[in-house]
C-alpha cells in the first residue's frame, strides 16, 4: 500500500510495519549517538496520534519518520536515512510528504521539529528544506547537557519571518502598533 508519491520503479514510501524494525533500528543506531530503542519505537507506532512511513528501494528499508498529526501543528518526532543513501532526496521526500499534510486555510500551519544542538547535520537539513530555529530549549534532553533547538516550517512563514515595515504599514492603513 503506496501512501505518497513515488521517486522511481522500485521505490516507494509506505507505512512502517514492525517486520521494518530492524532495518530502521540499525540505521538509528548507525545516525545516532542517542538513538530511540526497540521500545521507544514500538511505543510510537501504537500511539495513534504518531504516524510513521518508511522510504523503501525494492525490499530494504533506507528511510523513516515518525510524526505526530494535531489539529493545529505536525511534530516531526524522528527522521533517519541510511548513511549510504544520503544526499539523494529521500530526507527532503519525507518533509515534502509533511507539508503536504499541512493544511494552509485551516489551523494546521506549521511543522515543529526539536533537534539536538550537537545534531549539525539535522540543522543543515531542516534550514534547506525551509526551516527556522524559533528557540532554544535548555537543559531539553535526560541523557546530557544538550539544549533542543526547536526549528519551526510555516505556511504563513513569509508574513511570519519577513521584517515587516511597519511605517508603511501605518501609512497604508490601520497601525499596527
Ligand atoms: C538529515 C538526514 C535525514 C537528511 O537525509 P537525506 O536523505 O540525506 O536528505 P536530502 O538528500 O533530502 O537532503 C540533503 C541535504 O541535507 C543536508 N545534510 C544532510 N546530511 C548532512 C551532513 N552530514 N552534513 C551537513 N549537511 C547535511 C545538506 O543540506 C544536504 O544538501 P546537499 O546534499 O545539497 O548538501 C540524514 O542525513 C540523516 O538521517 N541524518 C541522521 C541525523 C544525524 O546524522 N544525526 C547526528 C546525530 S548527533
Given at each position: 500500500?503506496?501512501?505518497?508519491?513515488?521517486?522511481?520503479?522500485?521505490?516507494?514510501?509506505?507505512?512502517?510495519?514492525?517486520?521494518?524494525?530492524?532495518?530502521?533500528?540499525?540505521?538509528?543506531?548507525e545516525?545516532n549517538?542517542?538513538?530511540?530503542?526497540?521500545?521507544e519505537?514500538?511505543?510510537?507506532?501504537?500511539?495513534?496520534d504518531?504516524?510513521?512511513?518508511?522510504?523503501l528501494?525494492?525490499?530494504?528499508?533506507?528511510?523513516?519518520?515518525?510524526?505526530?498529526?494535531?489539529?493545529?501543528?505536525i511534530?516531526?518526532?524522528?527522521?533517519?536515512?541510511?548513511?549510504?543513501?544520503?544526499?539523494?532526496?529521500?530526507?527532503?521526500?519525507f518533509?515534502?510528504?509533511?507539508?503536504?499534510?499541512?493544511?494552509p486555510l485551516?489551523?494546521?500551519?506549521?511543522?515543529?521539529a526539536?533537534v539536538?544542538?550537537?545534531d549539525?547535520?539535522?540543522?543543515?537539513?531542516?534550514?534547506?528544506?525551509?526551516?527556522?530555529?524559533?528557540?532554544?530549549?535548555?537543559?531539553?534532553?535526560?541523557?546530557?547537557?544538550?539544549?533542543?533547538?526547536?526549528?519551526e516550517?510555516?505556511?504563513?512563514?513569509?508574513?511570519?519571518?519577513?521584517?515587516?515595515?511597519?511605517?508603511?504599514?501605518?501609512?497604508?492603513?490601520?497601525?499596527?502598533?
Amino acid at each position: 500500500m503506496g501512501c505518497t508519491k513515488k521517486i522511481n520503479e522500485n521505490e516507494d514510501i509506505l507505512w512502517t510495519r514492525r517486520s521494518y524494525l530492524d532495518e530502521i533500528e540499525r540505521i538509528e543506531n548507525e545516525n545516532n549517538s542517542f538513538p530511540w530503542n526497540r521500545e521507544e519505537f514500538i511505543k510510537n507506532l501504537r500511539d495513534s496520534d504518531i504516524i510513521s512511513t518508511s522510504y523503501l528501494i525494492g525490499e530494504d528499508v533506507v528511510g523513516y519518520s515518525f510524526f505526530g498529526l494535531y489539529n493545529d501543528r505536525i511534530e516531526l518526532l524522528n527522521l533517519g536515512v541510511d548513511k549510504r543513501f544520503w544526499g539523494r532526496g529521500i530526507g527532503g521526500h519525507f518533509i515534502g510528504i509533511l507539508k503536504d499534510t499541512l493544511l494552509p486555510l485551516r489551523q494546521r500551519k506549521k511543522i515543529e521539529a526539536i533537534v539536538r544542538e550537537g545534531d549539525l547535520p539535522m540543522q543543515v537539513f531542516l534550514r534547506g528544506q525551509e526551516f527556522k530555529a524559533v528557540e532554544i530549549l535548555e537543559n531539553w534532553y535526560d541523557n546530557n547537557f544538550e539544549d533542543g533547538y526547536l526549528f519551526e516550517f510555516r505556511t504563513d512563514a513569509k508574513r511570519m519571518y519577513l521584517p515587516k515595515n511597519r511605517i508603511s504599514e501605518h501609512l497604508n492603513g490601520t497601525p499596527i502598533w
